[in-house]
């Protein structure tokens, strides 16, 4: 892979720490371009602004979809990236939906070794911490015609991140506003899917939640997902998400808690969730816990939800399922359990 480095890299210039979530980034980046029917062989060029055409399809357009994945490092200062493959194939489906030519699966999965091979010294130590990696793709052709570009640009950039949400939180059930319909690509993580969430996340937040909850789009009454996380309800002893679909993003981390759930003899049950099961399990005593789960915070518990101006305050559930998979999950990212499902891919690229 051609690798252009910086002359002085910026590591131990900045008290990374205590910077807030997403805006310090390594020394490096990957970058592709599409031209002419293909895509470019990936490279890694020092990080960097880019030149762009004000005409450029994605300002007008979105053409644009990431992905959000994380490098560790276990205590001998190995580095791991977990299940890389599903987020090549969820970055391809999102292309395939928004009308982007897809990546090599092989070659995105060189860039992604590379990268990190080159920027290990940067993956936190504290637990919790980890290196945030974004692959994203946005349409670069310098034409405004609604069509799907000829060009575009492929990057991978990576950010030294402490854990998020790392408070239980408060969310708002959502009846008027919706993050996808059916047809739609809320299943894509196209950026205009985050867009338009924000401001009904703005509105929730002044009302003193942090994030929104939110429901399918015709009736408002069965849960789909909790901001950028998968929703997770316990009724007694039971574990119930949603299931994916269309509207719902197929989280990696969804998908690992439930497989975790099995090896652990936790039930598990994918289905519609109805907002009236919620209040009913609330009055009835049978909701224990409610958690949402993604990439970023692994777990973030839910200490209460507001519906109809009625917030709901849960107690915290002793024996947490929450606590219990975030355990097995993030024990088998850092290399501490054995992982017996292969999720685990070691850096191997020699820099
Ligand atoms: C809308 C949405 N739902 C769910 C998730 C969780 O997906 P994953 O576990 O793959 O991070 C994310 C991303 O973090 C998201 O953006």
Partial sequence: MK?????????????????????????????????????????????GPMMMHPSSSVFHYGQALFEGMKAYKDTAG???????????????????????????????????????????????????????IRPFVFATEPVIKANPAL???????????ASYFAEAIAVKIEEKFSRAAPGGFGY???????????????LAKAEGYQQVVWTDAQTHSYLEEAGTMNIFVRFNDTLVTSPVSDTILDGITRKS?????????????ERAIAVKELLEGFENGNLVELFGAGTAAVVS????????????????????????????????????????HGWRYEIKANV
Avoid at 14 to 40: C, E, I, N, R
Avoid at 106 to 117: E, K, N, Y
């Fill in 151 to 161: 060009e575009y640009r492929f990057c991978i950039i990576c950010a030294p991140v």
């Fill in 78 to 132: 190995n580095a791991f990236l977990f299940r890389p493959d599903q987020n090549i194939k969820r970055f391809n489906r999102s292309c395939e939906r928004l009308a982007i030519p897809q990546i090599d699966e092989q070659a995105f999965l060189s860039a992604l070794d590379h990268l990190i091979a080159l920027e290990r010294k940067w993956i936190p130590d504290e637990e919790g911490s980890s290196l945030y």
């Fill in 301 to 340: 518990e839910i200490k209460s939800f507001g519906y109809r101006g009625i917030n709901y305050e849960l107690d915290v559930a002793e024996d947490a399922y929450g606590a219990i998979l975030k355990k097995a999950l993030t024990d088998i990212q850092r290399n501490r359990a054995v992982d017996p």
């Fill in 188 to 202: 894509a993580k196209a950026a205009g899917n985050y867009a338009g969430q924000f401001y009904p996340t703005e």
């Fill in 3 to 47: 690798i252009t480095k910086v002359a002085e890299s910026r590591f131990g210039a900045l008290d990374y720490k205590t910077l807030p979530f997403g805006s310090l980034f390594t020394d490096h980046m990957v970058v592709a371009d599409y031209k002419d029917g293909k895509w470019s062989t990936p490279e890694i060029i020092p990080y």
């Fill in 257 to 269: 808690m439930i497989a975790l759930c099995k090896d652990l003899g936790i039930k598990v049950e």
